[in-house]
């Protein structure tokens, strides 16, 4: 069972953390309504198009990947469907995982298993 300075810090933490999800949610209302005005529907990736009640999955994709910089001419945004706003992202995750260790950092080979590393001196006994 939690103890009480636990329980009475989780309550100091709700209100910030509701405010914070608020202030998002309000954020990204009008950066998407603004995005919508200036951008056609279409997926900028695929190409499809999002009119009527298939609008809701057009999602705004900032290209800076920087959610505070929302220009009023919408250069930093683009309208990509949901699928196409995942992929994105996950291609940005695995860039940024490859460039990690590229900063000066050795690091190790992910793969340590040599399969022909013995190879030469088995081709002898075969010849």
């Given at each position: 069972?939690?103890?009480?300075?636990?329980?009475?810090?989780?309550?100091?933490?709700?209100?910030?953390?509701?405010e914070?999800?608020?202030?998002?949610?309000?954020?990204?209302k009008?950066?998407?309504?603004?995005a919508?005005?200036?951008?056609?529907?279409?997926?900028?990736?695929c190409g499809?198009?999002?009119?009527?009640?298939?609008?809701?999955?057009?999602?705004?994709?900032?290209?800076?990947?920087?959610?505070?910089?929302?220009?009023?001419?919408?250069?930093?945004?683009?309208?990509?469907?949901?699928?196409?706003?995942?992929?994105?992202?996950?291609?940005?995750?695995?860039?940024?995982?490859?460039?990690?260790?590229?900063?000066?950092s050795?690091?190790?080979?992910?793969?340590?298993?040599?399969?022909?590393?013995n190879?030469?001196?088995?081709?002898?006994?075969?010849?």
């Amino acid at each position: 069972m939690p103890s009480n300075s636990t329980r009475s810090d989780k309550g100091k933490q709700n209100p910030l953390v509701e405010e914070a999800r608020r202030m998002s949610q309000e954020r990204q209302k009008s950066y998407r309504e603004k995005a919508l005005k200036i951008h056609p529907w279409i997926c900028a990736r695929c190409g499809r198009d999002f009119r009527g009640k298939k609008l809701r999955e057009l999602t705004v994709h900032h290209k800076d990947h920087n959610h505070d910089n929302n220009p009023s001419d919408g250069s930093n945004w683009e309208l990509l469907c949901i699928y196409c706003h995942d992929n994105e992202h996950s291609r940005y995750l695995v860039e940024e995982w490859y460039n990690e260790g590229s900063t000066g950092s050795e690091r190790l080979p992910t793969g340590t298993y040599k399969p022909f590393a013995n190879l030469r001196d088995l081709m002898k006994d075969k010849t």
